[in-house]
């Protein structure tokens, strides 16, 4: 057995040996996913990131030493595959490989913490102390495969927007909207909290003439939760840009929603099969709901709502079982939104405000900010928070802050739309919750 790849190295992913190569010497690298041994003939599976290929040893074509490796191997040993590729109509791809040489770099030890196969249901908890493993399945990897596509989608269409990225801090001295829901960690010889958000800093852009920035970056809400839809690191995909409001926001977040669902459908198609799922793509902009409306849906349904309430989960469920997909809920109250939200000139007790809902699922939040000192200091007071713990934020509106809106994507649960997962943590590689801080 030979551990080291020395002067090998891959010529083909499984997914590119297909019938056009028959003939050719290749390279293939990855892990044991099956092994039949008829005796006179060995069957291997060989998994990679991109698919699977089958490697056929018959005793009569290939060396002793060549069937003595295979027999010796272990599920998910890794090895390295040097062979012709033969037309099979029986093989995945419509190919196999006839192995003339072959590296073993790295004995799996059994039994496996769990089955890669999934022959055996492993439960969530399970899968996630051993994610290493879990990510080998391929309704598992397929998941962020969509996700790493997601985000360069995203990417895309903000460089065609002319929208510049940017990177806040995450180690932070005050909260971002106020209230509690702080990671506190030592900071030297004081105290300092992780970022609930860049939305201070993304405004502070704006003063700084920047125009409109994105980021994409973790954020930390400390919320005691344990739902299939809340985390306590979660990546945001956070956009703000001047001389807009939540109108023009608004309609940025739904075209680039829209780009990343024609991108997956697009580029995802083997992912989307895997999980089964199919993506329907809007035709036109998301429909609009405005508060006032959706407070009497919920109620109409037999959940009990007042004016002025946020949203419940059972107020969600209510709502998102009157609408088909995505949708703007619009006009929320000033009193439960964050400071910095532009109330109404003709209304201050309507803001402007929205939420993207997909379903029952909030998606994202944004509204028009304040741009102004006076009324930013007042709204700051008015909910009780300490202004002076506030002061460098508020530096940057009193020399020329430019009107200005944004929002905030959860990037997990627009992955659980994507995939059709029910449980935020399917789409994150390590997620962290109340209870798991490990692996």
């Known amino acids: 057995m030979e551990y080291l790849l020395n002067d090998w190295r891959r010529t083909h992913y499984t997914n590119k040996v297909n019938p056009t190569i028959t003939g050719e010497e290749i390279v293939i690298m990855g892990w044991v996913h099956e092994i039949r041994d008829l005796g006179g003939i060995i069957f291997v599976l060989v998994r990679d990131r991109e698919g699977m290929i089958q490697v056929t040893a018959p005793s009569k074509k290939v060396t002793k030493e060549i069937l003595e490796d295979l027999r010796g191997l272990s599920k998910e040993s890794v090895i390295a595959v040097k062979g012709k590729v033969q037309d099979s109509n029986k093989a995945p791809n419509g190919v196999e490989i006839i192995p003339e040489e072959i590296k073993v770099l790295n004995l799996a030890q059994q039994p496996l ?24 399945v391929a309704h598992v990897s397929s998941i962020f495969k969509i996700k790493d596509n997601m985000f360069k989608t995203v990417r895309e269409y903000f460089d065609e927007e002319g929208i510049m990225e940017i990177h806040t801090p995450k180690l932070v001295a005050s909260a971002t909207e106020g209230g509690t829901e702080l990671f506190p960690i030592t900071y030297f010889e004081r105290e300092a909290f992780l970022g609930q958000s860049p939305q201070l800093y993304k405004q502070m852009m704006m003063s700084a003439g920047f125009d409109k920035v994105f980021e994409i970056g973790q954020i930390f809400r400390a919320e005691e939760h344990d739902t299939l839809r809340h985390l306590n690191e979660a990546v ?21 929603i829209s780009r990343v669902l024609r991108s997956t459908n697009e580029n995802c198609k083997d992912q989307l099969e895997i999980l089964n799922q199919t993506l329907d793509i809007p035709e036109g902009p998301f429909p609009e709901v405005k508060y006032d409306d959706a407070v009497d849906i919920v109620n109409s349904k037999g959940v009990e709502m ?66 102004q000192y006076d009324l930013l200091k007042n709204q700051l007071e008015a909910k009780g928070l300490n202004v002076d713990a506030f002061a460098d ?41 109340r209870r798991r801080l490990t692996p």
Do not use: C
């Open 113 to 136: 913490p769990m089955d890669p196969t999934e022959k055996v249901k492993a439960e969530i908890d399970t899968r996630l102390d051993s994610r290493f493993l879990d990510l080998r």
């Open 236 to 256: 945001s995909i956070d956009m703000e840009a001047s001389f807009m409001d939540d109108k023009d926001a608004m309609e940025i977040l739904d075209k680039m």
């Open 306 to 371: 007042e004016w002025g309430e946020d949203l419940s989960r059972a107020g969600e469920k209510a709502l998102g079982e009157s609408q088909e997909g995505f949708y703007f809920l619009t006009e929320w109250p000033t009193a439960i939104k964050p400071f910095y939200v532009m109330p109404q000139e003709d209304r201050p007790e309507i803001s402007h405000a929205f939420d993207l809902m997909y379903k029952d699922l909030e998606i994202s939040s944004g509204a028009t900010r304040i741009h």
């Open 393 to 433: 934020y508020l530096k940057a509106f009193r020399y020329g802050m430019p009107p200005h809106a944004g929002w905030g994507v959860g990037s997990d649960r627009l992955n659980m739309v994507l995939t059709g997962v029910e449980n935020i943590r399917e789409t994150v590689l390590f997620p962290r919750d």
